[in-house]
Structure formats: C-alpha cells, structure tokens
C-alpha cells in the first residue's frame, strides 16, 4: 500500500511538472554574478557556483528585431543564389550543350517559413471602433524564427554547394560547345569622354552563341588577306 502512495505522490509531481507553464515570465536575479570584467559587451565574471562565465544581456526586442534582420539578409542572400542556380541548371539542360531539356526545381523560400500560432479576436472597443486583435506567443515567435534562420543557412550552404557543382558541368559543357567557359562579359571603352559599348553582357544562352558568332566574324575581318 505504502509503495502505490509512493507512487501516486511521484506522479501527481511529474503532471504538475509537466503542466508548468512554458510560457510564465521568471524573475531574473542579475546579482548572482560577482563581475570581473567585459569583453565586446558582455561581462566576465564567477557565477554562483564559482564558475567564470561571459553573460551577455540583451533585450527581448532586440533579440527578435535582430534575428529578423539576419533573415532577410539570409533570405536575400537565398533568393540570388536560388536565382544562379536555376539560371544554370536551364542552360546546363540546353541541348546546344548536350542537356535533355529537363530542368530540376528549385526549393521556394516561402516553404521554409514556419507557420505562426496566432490567437485573432474581434470585437468592439470601448470607444466604439470596430478591431481585430492578433495575439502570440513570443517566446513561440523567438523560437520559431531562431529555427527558420537555422533553416535559411542551411539551405543557403546546400544551395551554394549545388551552384558550384552546376557552375563546374556548365563551364566543360561550353567550352565543348565552342563557348568560353564563363559567360560573356560586357566591353567598351570611352570615345571623347563618352562610353561606347564594344560588346554587349551575355543574359543568355542564346546571347552566348550570338556574341560567340559575332567574335568569329571580327575575327575574321581583321586577319590580314594574303
């Protein structure tokens, strides 16, 4: 009898600990530690349990609008690359360079983002205004962006990894085809102090073939007649 009271009194414990509420804000003792120094904004110094700590405080603000911006800088740095990437694997697929015709998809950026638990309400407000009131966990959003930046390095290292790959089967593929390996870059020089375009940037293939056309006929213009 003694070991199922034991027993019961050991679940009751587990149920109220696991019913505790993630979500509760705890009073943080910033005494607890004996400061001995700084180093790029956080503080060096022996914690309670005479261990030398770097804590660093930032506000809760802060902190989101901070991850914020590194994942539109992320996203950015994504959406070029995932641009590169499609741009090659369609000229790659090109049967002037020996491709099938298929081209693999790319990974849209707006599926990585994840989904937001958010409370709406309506109603009326006390001054008669008609309102919708959106409300959400922080501690859900701080989470949740922390995994989706996770998500965007990630996915910007895999996405870079193919780019390079593509980037390499790309530059065989058109020097067999009889086109230099990197794509045609734009040329001019200044005439009277204006600028005079020489040849025009290469945006495609079919400009890559058109340029390489052009380049053989000068070529063969300036050869001297025998």
Known sequence: MKRIQNALVLISGLLIFGCANPYKVKELDESKLDKKGEIQGATIGIN??????????????????????????????????NDDLERCREELSDPRLGGSGKVIDIPEIDNLKPASQIQEEFGVTKDGKLRFVRTEKFLDRLTGQRKYNDTLREQLKLT??????????????RVKAGLPGERYTGQGQYVNG???QTRRAEKSLDDAFAIASEEKAKVKQEKPTE
């Open 48 to 81: 309670e349990n005479r261990e030398v700590v770097i804590e660093q405080k930032t506000e809760a603000d802060a902190e989101l609008r901070k991850l914020a911006a590194s994942a539109y800088d992320l996203e950015v740095k994504l959406a070029h690359s």
């Open 160 to 173: 870079e990894k193919h780019q390079k790959s593509c980037l390499r089967d790309m530059r065989a593929a």
């Open 194 to 196: 204006a600028y005079v």
